[in-house]
């Protein structure tokens, strides 16, 4: 080795840091490359694709040969930069000291960081052309891989660890929230909602989105028969619910488009109405949203009434109510929280906690009630007088309307709270 010259040794070096930086871009390219577009351009049978999801498939080898090549031409860079520190200068102990320091700056920044940020920008530019070079060698040398690893499996069952078991960890609710959100997500923000909507269904039940008792638009038949006709002829809603002095004594629901073109008949009569009604349908109040979903498609229906467990009506919901969980709000409406110049919200308390939630993007608690009228008196544990001011679970609130027995307006002050 004395008798080769100073400028081939150098040359050698020169290649083992090339190689050193093919190995340490490779593993960042290949780790980093997007699977799905991987998985797309092997379905339109790209080659390269095909060779790069083959080594994947094979992440125990891959990892393995990356490592022993990296390592290998590490270790002969340094033997080789001792070599013409010791042979070729006179002073060897500073010489030495010297290269090292060099080759430590040479490996880091051309080795390593470099081509780990190239590869890292664009992976699939120098992950594809790597994987026609990895395959084949990896076939060549897989009886060294297979010796190292089995030696390295060895130690490991030593200590108790199974190296043949993979992991079975599972993202949890919040941490599938977390990838939807996290800051450089491709996903657009419009896709965002609809995911996290989607995510939320496993926690939701009917009673959290219903239209509760109170609002419920619907014909008493106890009422006279012009005020039913003028209340089918302004009806907002496309079916209503038909019943006897009480929601509770429903009769069924009435299709409006159905019963329009006998309006005018001479013959009319409230038995008309109940002729044209389809059966109701009764939803217990903790049918988890999802459930629901699939229950409104397989029979067929649109709308059903929200029971409690002695079969009281407590509210009623429709098939665009669940699919608003999803799609969020389908007709917006400006009133329910509006946002001032100085950063505060004006907020109708008859808005649900989800949907206040859901359009401001806070944290408020979803568990307990469902409207934020009844998250406020449960938390002061009565119902508070107007310019009462409060800090609700960590957001400052301000109480600008009541009625006897319940809030109607607050003011969100403008302190840790998130905008729209």
């Known amino acids: 080795m004395n008798d080769i010259p100073l400028s081939m040794l150098l040359g050698i070096l020169a290649l083992m840091l090339l190689l050193s930086a093919f190995f340490?871009?490779?593993?960042?390219?290949?780790?980093?490359?997007?699977?799905y577009r991987l998985r797309h351009l092997v379905k339109l049978k790209?080659?390269?694709?095909?060779n790069t999801l083959q080594l994947l498939n094979k992440q125990d080898l891959l990892n393995s040969f990356i490592l022993l090549g990296n390592n290998f031409v590490n270790i002969l860079a340094a033997a080789l930069t001792t070599f013409i520190a010791t042979h070729f200068y006179q002073q060897k102990e500073e010489s030495l000291a010297i290269a090292i320091l060099l080759l430590t700056l040479g490996v880091l920044i051309f080795s390593e960081i470099i081509p780990k940020k190239l590869a890292s920008l664009r992976p699939e530019l120098l992950a594809f052309p790597a994987s026609w070079i990895i395959l084949p060698l990896l076939k060549v040398f897989f009886p060294v891989i297979w010796l190292v690893n089995g030696v390295a499996y060895f130690f490991l069952r030593?200590?108790?660890?199974?190296?043949?078991?993979?992991s079975q960890d599972t993202f949890n609710k919040e941490e599938l929230k977390n990838i939807v959100t996290e800051p450089g997500s491709l996903i657009p923000v419009r896709y965002q909602k609809m995911l996290l909507g989607i995510l939320d269904l496993e926690s939701a039940t009917v009673e959290d989105i219903m239209t509760p008792r109170h609002e419920i638009v619907g014909i008493d038949l106890d009422a006279s028969l012009p005020d039913v006709l003028v209340q089918i002829k302004r009806s907002p809603h496309t079916r209503l619910p038909v019943y006897k002095k009480s929601i509770d004594n429903v009769e069924g629901f009435l299709h409006i488009r159905s019963v329009l073109t006998l309006l005018?008949?001479?013959?009319?009569?409230k038995d008309t109405i109940?002729?044209?009604?389809?059966?109701?349908?009764?939803?217990?109040d903790s049918t988890p949203v999802h459930n629901q979903i699939h229950r409104f498609k397989t029979e067929k229906i649109r709308i059903g009434l929200v029971v409690d467990e002695y079969g009281d009506v407590l509210g009623l919901v429709t098939l665009d109510d669940l699919l608003q969980e999803i799609v969020g709000e389908l007709i917006t409406d400006d009133d329910t929280v509006r946002r001032q110049n100085d950063g505060s919200y004006l907020v109708d308390?008859?808005?649900t906690v989800r949907e206040l939630n859901r359009l401001t993007q806070w944290a408020l608690p979803t568990e307990g009630p469902k409207t934020l009228n009844g998250l406020i008196v449960e938390f002061m544990e009565t119902i508070p007088e107007s310019g009462t001011s409060i800090k609700l679970h960590g957001y400052p609130l301000e109480i600008l309307k009541r009625d006897g027995s319940a809030v109607k307006l607050v003011k969100f002050l403008p302190e840790n709270v998130s905008s729209l």
């Not at 790209?46 to 095909?50: D, H, N, P």
């Not at 030593?158 to 993979?166: D, R, V």
């Not at 109940?274 to 217990?284: D, G, Y």
């Open 24 to 35: 340490s871009g490779a593993e960042t390219a290949l780790m980093t490359l997007n699977r």
């Open 264 to 269: 005018e008949h001479k013959d009319f009569s």
């Open 349 to 351: 308390a008859n808005i």
């Open 46 to 50: 790209q080659r390269s694709a095909i």
């Open 158 to 166: 030593l200590f108790g660890f199974n190296p043949k078991k993979k």
């Open 274 to 284: 109940l002729n044209l009604l389809t059966k109701p349908s009764f939803i217990p």
